[in-house]
């Protein structure tokens, strides 16, 4: 016994953008990819600097150590994140569009 393929979303009838609507999407996906990167970078350089001057204790620099540790940990779960983020972007598996026999 066969069975039907299940419809996908790309098997409806769909509005199709013009090519000035979809290079304003490309424009704003892509300023909005390098914003949340100079982002990251600019949080992990921050990180860092605090680090170090924590760590030398230049100018009588002095926190908490407990501070300390969330700052870290709130770096390395950001760039943990971002990079789940692109990667699942980039090596995402496609869907099934029928089951398995």
């Avoid at 990079?83 to 496609?94: D, H, I, K, Q, S």
């Amino acid at each position: 016994m066969k069975t039907q393929p299940v419809s996908s979303i790309h098997d409806q009838k769909m509005p199709r953008k013009n090519e000035k609507q979809l290079m304003h999407d490309l424009k704003m996906e892509k300023y909005l990819a390098f914003f949340a990167c100079a982002l990251l970078g600019l949080s992990c350089l921050t990180a860092l600097a605090l680090f170090c001057l924590q760590g030398f204790h230049a100018w009588g620099f002095r926190l908490e150590t407990s501070l300390m540790h969330w700052i870290g940990a709130v770096t390395v779960g950001t760039v943990a994140a971002q990079a789940a983020t692109v990667f699942n972007a980039f090596f995402r598996v496609p869907e099934r569009t029928s089951p398995r026999e």
